[in-house]
């Protein structure tokens, strides 16, 4: 007999918990997730939510060997700092896997693994090109913005440019969330106080 064609419209992991109430104050002040909503009175029963996605806590016997939920993010290091600043269990530290991901494990109150993880460049066979020398002068402020947006990244400026066009080619964005939170950072570093028309109205002194 053949599986059905399911159409799956969302998923979430669910943790057991000994205490929800003890969880969710866990996850929220220490790890960073928000709680949009409790179940029961006292709860027995949560969501908490990270970005866009939200995992489930509930009250049940945790496995003595802890459950893992791996979270892909924009920036593996940044998120580290904030968990490492709050004193949460760092079970392993941030390090670079062969499964092309910047990742370290942190262990919830219960003996659950949260591991994030940061995609690294691809690592697909090498695709041979030929570079050339592309005379480019830029806005003092966009060019130390890019700059910083490369190391940021961890790219070369060439390679960070290059992304930015072959995803315009291909229509779609290059950046994450975090990425462009990030930007807004260097946005106000760099005083860059004009909106995407202003090349327009560009003047050399």
Known sequence: ?????????????????????????????????????????????AGVNLGDVQIFLRERTPDP???????VIGDA??????????????????????SNFHEYTVRDLD???????????????????????????????????????????RMSLTSCLEEILLHTCDGAGPHTKSDLNYIQKLKAKHGIDYDSHASYRFVEE
């Open 1 to 45: 007999m053949n599986a059905p064609d399911v159409d799956v419209e969302q998923h979430h992991a669910s943790l057991a918990v000994r205490d929800v109430p003890a969880a969710v104050d866990f996850y929220t002040k220490k790890v960073g997730f928000s709680c949009p909503f409790t179940w029961g009175e006292p709860p027995t029963f």
């Open 111 to 153: 003996g659950n693994y949260l591991i994030f993880g940061q995609r690294l460049q691809s690592k697909e066979p090498p695709l041979k090109i030929e570079r050339i020398d592309v005379p480019v002068r830029l806005e003092k402020r966009l060019a130390a913005l890019i700059t910083d947006l490369a190391a940021h990244k």
């Open 65 to 71: 060997n802890g459950a893992v939920v791996f979270f």
């Open 77 to 98: 290091d940044e998120l580290y700092e904030f968990h490492r600043a709050n004193g949460v269990e760092i079970v392993e530290e941030p390090s670079d896997k062969p």
